[in-house]
């Protein structure tokens, strides 16, 4: 499932007992290293694979992290500065409010200000907002510099810091100003899950079970027979989770890097009702899985109006998603109207000619876009999830 490839060893991750998952895009290929208690030795993976990139010579890093996990900033600065880095680090606040083109802008200034050139890296530190903001950060400054992902949260261990999309926030839709830009390689620490808010962690766990909904059975009913070591973070059952999410979301990556045959939106399964919750409720209101695993029941729910599937998916999902604690309703949806769901799902980037298409489930372990679907319908989902449990 993961295994050492040669852009690996190159890049100097000896521990056997890292695991390792390839994102095969050739020049612009990197590796995702899942290991533990790493973290101090941070700085020699990022100068490893800098170098391998773009050869050997004196390097800069700007760490850009928030204000929840500056403690594991300030050790990524450390052995950055071990490894003979010369580095600065912006502190940005937690939230979705940070990743906007305001923040941007100061951030550019930082950059400017350290006479940032092409050899300067931007180290994410922090979860999938951090990720996202730094990332387009280094996609735009000087036409693009190094990029190197240190994820803290679940979500982004397994969503956000795999594929290249980066981006930050407009007003009437998430995530809408961005790029594709690769890291030049993902450090995931496993220990840093520890100290994560049960809120937080519960979040990365929709974007877990819908890697089983979209493209594995068999990991799908492997989430159901260990719901148990999932609540508790056993360290074993985290490291399988987090390998075999990535390893499904890369080749999907590996497919199709820019979206352009169609199958890395299955990646978005429940995204188009999330985002729109997510833009509607406030961004911060609901965290980014909780609107996913909403999502996704809003979205099974069509595809069994539909009758691409049997009630039995949308039972086995809810069941998973409830047993790890995460919503399946919108905390207050009498406060939002079909005409405010459909006009936001309109904006969404799966929408071609004001047409929505949606990503819906045939099986487990399978879905399908799906356009033309009468407006109608999903009027009638949105109204089945107001009423009163």
Not at 109 to 130: N, P, Q, S
Not at 246 to 263: H, N, P, S
Not at 340 to 354: A, F, H, P
Request: with cysteine; net charge neutral.
């Amino acid at each position: 499932m993961c295994r050492l490839s040669p852009l690996s060893l190159r890049c100097n991750v000896p521990d056997p007992s890292d695991q390792i998952v390839p994102v095969l895009l050739g020049e612009r290929s990197y590796d995702i290293v899942i290991a533990s208690g790493r973290l101090a030795q941070a700085g020699n993976i990022v100068r490893a694979c800098l170098e391998k990139r773009f050869g050997a010579g004196r390097s800069s890093a700007l760490i850009v992290t928030d204000q929840n996990v500056k403690a594991h900033a300030e050790t990524v600065q450390r052995s950055l500065q071990a490894a003979e880095f010369a580095t600065e680090m912006a502190v940005l606040p937690a939230g979705e409010n940070t990743k906007s083109l305001t923040v941007i802008s100061g951030l550019y200034d930082r950059m400017v200000a350290m006479k940032a050139d092409r050899r300067t890296a931007v180290i994410a530190v922090g979860g999938g907002v951090i990720g996202d903001a730094a990332g387009f950060l280094a996609a735009t400054y000087n036409r693009g510099v190094p990029f190197m992902q240190i994820p803290t949260t679940l979500l982004a261990d397994v969503d956000s810091s795999v594929g290249g999309k980066v981006g930050v926030n407009h007003p009437q839709a998430k995530n809408l100003i961005g790029a594709f830009y690769q890291p030049i390689g993902v450090l995931i620490e496993t220990d840093v899950l520890s100290t994560l808010p049960a809120r937080e962690y519960r979040s990365g766990l929709a974007e877990v079970i819908k890697y089983g909904v979209i493209l594995d059975a068999d990991f799908f009913e492997w989430l159901e027979r260990n719901t148990s070591g999932i609540n508790s973070r056993d360290a074993s059952v985290l490291r399988h989770i987090i390998a075999r999410s990535c390893q499904l979301k890369a080749d999907v990556v590996q497919e199709d890097e820019y979206e352009r045959t169609g199958l890395r939106a299955m990646l978005n399964y429940g995204h188009t009702f999330a985002h729109a919750f997510e833009a509607l409720c406030g961004y911060g209101e609901l965290l980014h899985g909780e609107a996913v695993s909403i999502g996704m029941h809003y979205a099974a729910h069509l595809a069994v109006r539909r009758r691409l599937v049997s009630a039995e998916l949308l039972t086995r999902q809810q069941r998973l998603i409830q047993a790890v604690g995460l919503p399946i309703r919108l905390p207050h949806p009498e406060t939002l109207s079909a005409d405010q769901i459909i006009g936001r799902m309109q904006l969404d980037k799966k929408t071609v000619g004001g047409q929505l298409r949606f990503i819906l489930p045939t099986r487990i372990g399978h879905v399908d876009t799906v356009r033309d679907i009468p407006e109608a319908d999903v009027r009638a989902v949105i109204a089945d999830m107001q009423q009163p449990v």
